[in-house]
T-cell receptor, first 112, second 113 residues
Framework: DAKTTQPPSMDCAEGRAANLPCNHS???????VYWYRQIHSQGPQYIIH???NNETNEMASLIITEDRKSSTLILPHATLRDTAVYYC?????????????FGQGTILTVHP | AAGVIQSPRHLIKEKRETATLKCYPI?????VYWYQQGPGQDPQFLIS???????DKGSIPDRFSAQQFSDYHSELNMSSLELGDSALYFC????????????FGQGTRLTVV
């Protein structure tokens, strides 16, 4: 699976959009971009995933660049409960869907 | 909606003892995964099972074994426990028929003393 690079930490004001970047310059054509988050010591939580088109669900939006070498997770209106470690993971469907390689994620702190 | 259930939530064992962790996947999910998360570390994949057969293996010590049963629940057996085995152990489940995302349980915190 391709390696990802994320900033170690980010801050966001409550109510504002949180934009979390991820670099995956070695991504291959059959690899998806997944985002999970982990709120302190809880089980990781799936957020969203995409291949090449932008995706949106009730939690977030995922913007993938045209060359697929980077992506941005957008939490449109961050709340204090969104404070967590956010993991960007690249994985192909040829592997087990839940066999995820968690690298260094981004610690997002949402403050009042 | 039903989630992944793990038991026990907390477990304290002495060195060299044996521990068994249980995982009950979301109904109709056919694949389970086990992860280990040490203090201050990111989750690390241990092993997975699809339709009761081992499907992938990660950095699982030889002292650990796991299996998936006919009702799809899974057990992680850990023998000759070491202090370094103290960690959070997460189970996740998925189904290729309902989506490619995995759903995690709340974990079992194992403390080896």
């Amino acid at each position: 699976d391709a390696k990802t690079t994320q900033p170690p930490s980010m801050d966001c004001a409550e109510g504002r959009a949180a934009n979390l970047p991820c670099n995956h310059s070695t991504i291959s054509g059959n690899e998806y971009v997944y985002w999970y988050r982990q709120i302190h010591s809880q089980g990781p939580q799936y957020i969203i995933h995409g291949l090449k088109n932008n995706e949106t669900n009730e939690m977030a939006s995922l913007i993938i660049t045209e060359d697929r070498k980077s992506s941005t997770l957008i939490l449109p209106h961050a709340t204090l409960r969104d404070t967590a470690v956010y993991y960007c993971i690249v994985s192909s469907l040829s592997t087990s869907y839940g066999k995820l390689t968690f690298g260094q994620g981004t610690i997002l702190t949402v403050h009042p | 909606a039903a989630g992944v259930i793990q038991s026990p939530r907390h477990l304290i064992k002495e060195k060299r003892e044996t521990a068994t962790l249980k995982c009950y996947p979301i109904p109709r999910h056919d694949t389970v995964y086990w992860y280990q998360q040490g203090p201050g570390q990111d989750p690390q994949f241990l092993i997975s099972f699809y339709e009761k057969m081992q499907s992938d293996k990660g950095s699982i010590p030889d002292r650990f074994s796991a299996q998936q049963f006919s009702d799809y629940h899974s057990e992680l057996n850990m023998s000759s426990l070491e202090l370094g085995d103290s960690a959070l152990y997460f189970c996740a489940s998925s189904s290729k028929y309902t989506g490619t995302e995995a759903f995690f349980g709340q974990g079992t915190r194992l403390t080896v003393v």
